[in-house]
Structures are given as structure tokens and as C-alpha cells.
């Protein structure tokens, strides 16, 4: 996808490209439905898509509302859809992109303003999974709560969730199902059922193992393509409906469950 | 009082949007081949319970250009969903062993060997 | 919310989505290689078969199979016709119904052909 024009040659010497951006807005005072604007901004070979962004609120149109804060795809805020995919901005390097890129805010979620998403998916759902750690006994009081290396390594991957939401915009059981708890919610239920010092995973089924959890699910697979820390909810989310299928029917078998 | 919100719409086209999508689609409709299958084994069975002829009958009709036709369609959906489903199985089920996951595609693998050999051990049975 | 009792559907879905990854490829073939006559002579003659059929575990293992290959393809399908667009409750639920009582009644003509008398 490198329908690239002819480099600019700048004064210092660094090349910069012209880039027109179709930028999502809605401002909820006075637009009553979203628009498209745009802005041509000359873009180095370096750039993400993020600091194409940054120059149009400092040199064009200061009035763009969007969320960023490490440019450094730790912190997780500024996720959108550009040209349609769910990115970090601040990992989609222009130069992978033509030369009309149309950014939006991440698909499926409310929009509270601009590129500016509602969290609330997410963080509600975190609540709801009871995404921490329930020890099955009382942790040591003078010593750190130790794990081995075989008892880490099953749960790692899943602690890598920075809770960007961009596997709830890949989502389309997220749209097709209000109450859906979602891809990163569920990963990171799965994160402490997975954990040795964890004993809570039967009172988190009561969640994740309901009408609004994994079953919703039907392993599209898009969350973990489009996962910046390659978390795989999607493989997480497998996992809990066999252990939570196995778990149902032990229960029907009289074989106590609830583990 | 709370602004305005803009809540955006699935389209119901979504799944056409691009080749991940697509690709899921053409997966989960392979079940509507295989269920046909299964409703194939069960007039087989019903035909070979009428009798030599019947069963003979019934080869005759899977032979037809129309039914040949069908019957390599359904072929390729039952293949594509064998290597979708193996390809999946490591994210389902994965491996530690020792202080170490299990390679995906080991897991993988294993799959298709089994595959491979159950298949084989199919064909050489009828054909013995 | 409490724990739903969707693994009743799930897990023969997921034993039957593999059965069928496993073996249907391989089963059609034998159909196909017979549709264009490149079996040996005798191979799928009805002595053959109905003598192979007639054993009961072959019996009872066909017919586990058939039933989860409908589980399988019912399970499937009804989530894809909710991807496809049906939203409403309502309708899901006559889906649902309809694919599942599709494949109960699959079941019930398998136990048929190959028990009943």
C-alpha cells in the first residue's frame, strides 16, 4: 500500500512527503452528526501517524481533540482506526500508508468527542471479570509471594494487556452484542485464572462463563491480529470456554467444580 | 446535563470489510457442507438398509456430473476447515513443559499428522 | 449474571468441529474416488459395506459421529446467521430453535437408519 508522491526536500535536508488526512470530527456542541475534514500536512520518512496529528493541532487547526500521551505504545491511549484498522498512532508509521489516509476514532465505541473514544467497555468489564488477583490462601506476610519461572510463563503473555481497546474495535461480536464483555476484559480474566497464587477463577466464571462472556465469542481471531503487545484474547478466550465447558460438566456430573 | 454522543453502527456488510473477515466467513460457512455431509451418511445408510439395489442406486446418483460438482465444493470447505481448525488448535490448547511453552507449531503439527494419518487409514481401508 | 449453560451446545460443537476436521475430508473422498469408479472392484460393494456397517461398535461409533457432525454444522450456523444479521431477540431465538431442533432431528433418523428396525 505505498502509493508514495515525490519526496519534498526540505532547507535542513530532511525529505518530507505530503500527506492528506481525512480526520474523523464530531464535536458534540455544535456538529449533531460526524464529518470528515481535511489536511494536508508534509510528513517526514520518520513519522507516525500520531505526529502527523500533533502538527495539525499545533500548526493547523488547534481545535482537534484526540488522546496521547507516551508516543511510545506503552500507555495505550491513542489507539484509532486509520484507513479503516484498528493502530496505535503512534505505531503506524506513515510511510506504510498512501497518501491519503483517513483516520477515525476506534470502531465499535461510543464517541465522546473527535478521535476521542468512551472507555467505559472496557473499564466497566475489568470490573466485572474481577480482573485481580484472589488468593486461594492467605499470601506469605514476610516474604514476597514467589512463583517459578513454568508458573509465570503460562500467564505472561496476558499481563502484556496495555488496555489500548483496539481488540474491542476489531471486534464485531463488541457491535453484534451490547453486553458482550469483550477481548481484553476476558484476556485478562484469563490472566489470573492462569495464575499459581490465584484462587478465584470459579467466582470470575460467574462473569466470564455467563451469556455476556467468552461464549459471544466466535474465535474471528481480529483482536489478536490487531494487538499491539500480542496478548491473543482470542486464544485466551478459547482456553476459558474449554475449561469452562469441562468445569460445567464436571458440576453436572457431581464432581464438585468450582476450582 | 451530558453532551451528545455519536454511537457508530455495524454495518451489516462488516464482514466483506477486508481479507481477515472474509476469511472467517468462508470458515464458519463450511458448515453448512459438512452438516450436508452428515445428512449424506444418513441416506447412505438409509439406502444401503433398502437393499443391494438401492445401494447401487445411490453410488449412481454421487456419480452424476451435478453431484460430482457439489461434492468437490464441499470438499474444499471440509479441507479449509481442517487446516483452519488445526491451525487454531495451539491457541486453544497450549503446552508448558518444564519452564517452557510447547511451540504453537509443534502443537500444530501434531494435528495435521494425525490428520494425515487417519485419513490415510481411511483410504486404505476401503481400498484394501 | 450467572453462568450460562451454552457449554451443553459448545462442547459438542468443538468435539464435532474436530471429528469433522479429522475425518470428513478423507470420508469424502471415498465418495468421490467412487463417484469416478477408481476403487478397486469389490471395495464398496453391499455385501462389503453392510458387513462393515452392520458391526455393532462401527454402528454405535457412526453414529456418535453423525450426531456431533450436526451438533457441529447446527452450532455453527446459528451463530453465523446472528454475524450475518440477525439481531433482533427474538429472531435469534427462532434461529437458534430452528438449527438446533434441525439437528436433533438429524440425530434422530441417524439412530433410525442405523438401530431401528
Known sequence: MSVTSLPIVEGNGATSRMVTF?????????????????????????????????????????????????????CGSCGMMVNGQPYLSCKAFIRDFPDLIRVAPLGNLTVLRDLVVQQDRLMDNLQAVKSWLMPAEPPPADQPYRQTPAELERYRHLSMCINCMLCYAACPQVALNEGYLGPAALALAQRYNLDSRDGGTFER??????????????????????????????GAIQQMKLASSLDWFARLLGKGGGS | MSAPLYQPRLPRGWWLAHGGYRRYMLRELSCIPIGLFAATLVLALFRLGQGADAWLAFRAALATPPAIAWQVIALGFALYHSVSWFTLAPRTMPMVVGDRKVPPAWIAAAHFVLWLALSLAILLIVGA | MAISNKPLLWLPFAVGGTLAALLVPALMLVFLIDAFGQWPAGALTYERVIAFVGHPLIAAGLFVFITLLFWHSAHRLRMTLQDLGVRRAGTRRV????????????TGLAGWVLFGV
Request: hydrophobic letters at 40%.
Open chain 1, 22 to 74: 481525512e480526520v474523523f470530527r464530531f464535536r458534540p456542541e455544535q456538529d449533531s452528526a460526524p464529518t470528515w475534514q481535511r489536511y494536508e500536512v508534509p510528513c517526514r520518512e520518520e513519522w507516525v501517524v500520531l505526529d502527523a496529528l500533533n502538527h495539525i493541532k499545533d500548526h493547523i487547526d488547534g481545535t482537534l481533540s484526540y488522546r496521547w500521551s507516551c508516543h511510545m505504545a506503552v
Open chain 1, 205 to 234: 466464571m460467574q462473569a466470564t462463563a455467563s451469556d455476556e462472556g467468552i461464549w459471544e465469542c466466535t474465535f474471528i481471531g481480529e483482536c489478536s491480529e490487531v494487538c499491539p503487545k500480542h496478548v491473543d484474547p482470542a
Open chain 3, 95 to 106: 434461529v437458534a430453535l430452528v438449527c438446533y431442533v434441525a439437528a436433533v432431528v438429524g
